[in-house]
């Protein structure tokens, strides 16, 4: 009788818990209904809904894609590198993994998988933009030193920033600028880590650059003082369907890494500890290439011993196909 009782109250108690999260109030507030823009709730910062683009099929798809191409190449290690965003999270839940990390950790098996994790609203405010969904400077480098060490062992150093520069510009990003919210413009300052990169022979889609970004031209006081400039994308680099880094390291690997535009921050970063890097966006690759990319072939022409994928939900939500 007792414990009957004692489990009555307890499914009471159980329900009255449920009834008030369920009437805990969202921290998105709609803020476009045509654009799908929410705000986080009272902190000025823009975001899509994570369902907004996030497909779980097509994440299991692009695994299973992946895992049989790679699965012919016993030498080459893969991993596996996912950015969590707002199109990621369920800003709601943050106690509970996203759905497409769930997914990840199901589907490739034989990868070492990492992830950079958001635990609160307040780590959201501090790692990305205002008004963009690209990670911020401080997210960027964080990243970089847990994909390095990922991807090279605990004891490889990592560079470490010369300084902080804070431009006199305000960072109009993405969701404003879909959102056309004069209204809610940034006071959000762009501002980036400086860095002593090794020298680097760069080509970019098959032709060789003297850079990849305009990071020179910024710190020279080059750069665009009008409202929505993109600086994430003319600071760092835009996207490409190839950018290779060769730093005539020979001791050191070649890699491949698979990248949406989550890697323009650390492209340089991450290439400073290879012999050879190349990342590939394969949303541009046939389109500034002319040709469909071959995974097989170019593990073995560019003598890899290692292939990554990384970028955020929306990354692992295209349903890529590999061959």
């Not at 994928?309 to 692992?316: C, H, I, K, S, T």
Request: proline fraction near 3%.
């Amino acid at each position: 009788m007792q414990k009957r009782l004692l489990a009555a109250l307890l499914l009471c108690l159980l329900l009255v818990q449920t009834a008030g999260a369920e009437e805990q109030e969202s921290v998105y507030h709609l803020v476009s209904e045509r654009r799908k823009i929410y705000e986080i709730a009272g902190t000025g910062w823009l975001i899509q809904h994570w369902t907004e683009k996030y497909i779980p099929e097509n994440t299991v798809k692009q695994a299973e894609s992946f895992n049989a191409v790679m699965s012919a190449f016993d030498d080459v290690k893969t991993y596996v590198y996912l950015i969590n965003s707002s199109r990621t999270m369920d800003l709601d839940h943050l106690d509970s993994d996203p759905p497409v990390w769930t997914i990840i950790k199901e589907n490739y098996p034989n990868s070492t998988l990492g992830s950079f994790k958001i635990d609160s609203i307040e780590d959201y405010q501090k790692y990305f933009y205002k008004t963009d969904h690209h990670w911020n400077y401080l997210a960027s480098y964080l990243g970089y030193t847990q994909i390095i060490h990922m991807l090279l062992g605990e004891d490889e150093p990592v560079l470490e920033p010369l300084e902080t520069v804070e431009f006199p510009v305000m960072f109009n990003g993405s969701y404003h600028n879909k959102n056309n919210l004069n209204r809610q413009t940034s006071d959000q300052p762009f501002t980036v880590y400086r860095f002593d990169y090794p020298e680097m022979t760069i080509r970019i889609n098959g032709k060789k650059k003297k850079a990849y970004g305009r990071q020179e031209d910024y710190f020279a006081g080059k750069y665009s003082k009008k409202k929505l400039t993109n600086h994430y994308e003319a600071f760092y680099g835009g996207d490409e369907g190839l950018v290779e880094f060769f730093t005539d390291q020979p001791d050191k690997e070649n890699i491949i890494i698979f990248c949406n535009s989550f890697s323009n921050a650390v492209k340089m970063l991450i290439a400073s500890h290879f012999n050879h890097t190349y990342f590939l966006d394969l949303r541009h690759y046939y389109e500034d290439m002319g040709e469909k990319f071959n995974l097989t072939r170019s593990v073995k022409a560019w003598n890899v011993t290692k292939v990554m994928l990384l970028g955020d939900g929306a990354f692992f939500s295209l349903g890529t196909p590999y061959r």
